[in-house]
């Protein structure tokens, strides 16, 4: 072999040397960053989870308000439907009347 070989055989080692040392001191970093990982990842899991959770007690939450309001909505209905409220205006008109014929015959007015 001559002297060119070995000296491109000595590079190949010394560059496997290097390679080697490389990952040496960068293994530890590589392995602190995949345990901060895997954390995170955990962590962001139970968030998950508790956020699933909370949704479903909102949507629970939501479905027993609907079943306690039904009766008011009802009533609401019925309050606020054209029928009721020109039957309170009449009423109103009327006493209205009565209040100023009641007045008129004591002559306030």
Do not use: C, K, N
């Not at 962001?44 to 939450?61: M, N, P």
Request: without cysteine; hydrophobic residues 55%.
């Amino acid at each position: 072999m001559t002297v060119l070989g070995w000296i491109g055989v000595g590079l190949l080692v010394l560059a496997a040397v290097v390679a080697l040392v490389g990952i040496i001191l960068v293994l530890p970093a590589f392995v602190r960053t995949r345990r901060a990982g895997l954390a995170t990842r955990d962590l962001a899991l139970t968030y998950r989870l508790v956020a699933g959770i909370s949704a479903l007690e909102l949507q629970l939450a939501a479905l027993e308000r609907q079943q306690l309001l039904r009766p008011w909505r009802r009533v609401r209905r019925w309050a606020f439907h054209p029928l009721t409220i020109a039957l309170v205006e009449s009423w109103s008109r009327r006493r209205r009347r009565a209040r100023e014929a009641r007045l008129g015959a004591v002559g306030v007015q």
